[in-house]
């Protein structure tokens, strides 16, 4: 039996395409509907059946009892407003945002029954044209709820999730960006500055390992954009801290001390091995 009657995907990329494609394939919606700034985006949707109606206008998420904000950080705080005033306080509104803080604050103040998502699921490709319905199944999904979060509205969302595969995990806003911007913001970070920092003469070259740590640096730049300015305070001290290791070992380099230089390779291997 579906949870939902009509569910509303306002972004039809990659992320909303396949939360369409998943509540489909696993029956938690009666009907799926979404919407996208782009048409064609709206009808690569309707194509791969990830919904069953869309539309560039968002009128068409009257009605709907979950509304899932599924687009880049900045257009998603835009979005709120006019979103309030299409749905009822009866609906769920969710979202599936890298930075949650500044999310969280505005969804709060417009909506009812706002829980705050963000499933670790992402790929370096974009686009609906990547969508698939078991992008969410054995990934972690961070929930953040707060004080006024609705309970049955949380009970309902987490309960979703676990039907789409996801292992739940629960912090506050401000935690999930603390640790968001070291375990996710700051590799990308790094991955865009490592590609700029090579010179193009040298790019045919590039080894396996090299293809591995860049990967992700073929991300959408204005996904990533969003995410750096929205959680910027957290970014910026974890790249502070990055920095500092990286000095530290291009002093050893440049002092020729390789027991020092030993002593902080074997210190990070082991700290690979114990974590990760």
Same mark, same amino acid.
């Given at each position: ?45 309707? &194509? ?15 009605? $709907? ?12 705080? !835009? ?6 005033? +299409?749905?009822?306080? %009866? $609906?769920?509104?969710? %979202? ?11 969804? =709060?103040? $417009? ?8 499933? +670790? ?5 974009? !686009? ?12 972690? $999904? ?13 009970? +309902? ?9 996801? %292992? ?9 960006? /603390? ?21 193009? /003469? ?28 929205? =959680? ?7 790249? %502070? ?10 002093? /050893?380099?440049?002092? =020729? ?14 700290? &690979?091995?114990?974590?990760?």
């Amino acid at each position: 039996m579906a949870i939902f009657s009509k569910a509303g995907i306002v972004g039809t990329g990659l992320v909303g395409g396949s939360l369409g494609l998943a509540l489909k394939k696993n029956k938690l919606a009666d009907q799926v509907v979404g919407t996208s700034r782009h048409a064609s985006s709206v009808s690569a949707a309707k &194509k791969i059946r990830a919904i069953d109606a869309g539309s560039q206008n968002i009128n068409i998420l009257k009605g $709907c009892d979950l509304v899932i904000l599924a687009g880049p950080v900045e257009t998603i705080l !835009g979005q709120m407003g006019r979103i309030s005033r +299409l749905v009822t306080d %009866d $609906c769920i509104v969710i %979202d599936v945002a890298s930075t949650k803080e500044l999310v969280v604050k505005k969804a =709060n103040k $417009c909506f009812a029954r706002f829980v705050g998502c963000h499933p +670790l699921a992402g790929s370096d490709k974009r !686009g609906i044209a990547f969508a698939r319905p078991d992008l969410f199944n054995k990934a972690a $999904c961070i929930i953040t709820p707060v004080r006024s979060t609705d309970k049955a509205a949380l009970t +309902l969302i987490m309960n979703m999730w676990v039907k789409l595969g996801s %292992d739940i995990i629960t912090l506050d806003p401000g935690a999930h960006d /603390r640790i968001l911007a070291w375990m996710s913001h700051l590799p990308h970070a790094m991955a865009f500055a490592l590609i700029s920092a090579v010179p193009d /003469r040298y790019l045919a070259y590039a080894p396996q390992s090299f293809r591995d740590m860049t990967r992700i640096a073929g991300s959408s730049p204005d996904i990533w954009e969003d995410v750096f300015t929205t =959680n910027r305070r957290n970014l910026l001290d974890s790249i %502070d801290v990055f920095v500092r290791q990286l000095i530290k070992v291009r002093s /050893r380099i440049m002092q =020729n001390d390789r027991r020092g230089l030993s002593r902080l390779l074997k210190a990070a291997q082991n700290k &690979k091995h114990r974590s990760i």
